[in-house]
Nanobody
Framework: QVQLVESGGGLVQYGGSLRLSCAAS????????MAWYRQALDKQREFVGN???????NYADSVKGRFTISRDNAKNTMYLQMNSLKPEDTAVYYC????????????WGQGTQVAVSS
């Protein structure tokens, strides 16, 4: 089992920055990939970006060049640095981890709200 706890959300003005954190606990050694997703009101959850076990990162086109994902292995924590925020970035941001132990497992955090004012 894995537990994920996000933090760092809040209200920020257009063009501002925020850093989200996702603290993982439990069976994190079996991690394959960690990712950030977001869900705006009345919209489907969408992929933001991920970081593979080897540190490789991938991003959605909508955030490429503005968002950066990093990970502190010693703290079992993933970060999402968000710069040049836009109102369309407003959403609940979710942390996700996939692990492989006797099969593929998919874990989600509870989410943290990010609101960007224009």
């Amino acid at each position: 089992q894995v537990q994920l706890v996000e933090s760092g959300g809040g209200l920020v003005q257009y063009g501002g920055s925020l850093r989200l954190s996702c603290a993982a606990s439990g069976n994190v050694n079996s991690m394959i990939v960690m990712a950030w997703y977001r869900q705006a009101l009345d919209k489907q959850r969408e992929f933001v970006g991920n970081i593979m076990k080897d540190g490789t990162t991938n991003y959605a086109d909508s955030v490429k060049g503005r968002f950066t994902i990093s990970r502190d292995n010693a703290k079992n924590t993933m970060y999402l640095q968000m710069n040049s925020l836009k109102p369309e970035d407003t959403a609940v941001y979710y942390c996700n981890m996939k692990t492989f132990t006797q099969g593929l497992n998919n874990y989600w955090g509870q989410g943290t709200q990010v609101a960007v004012s224009s």
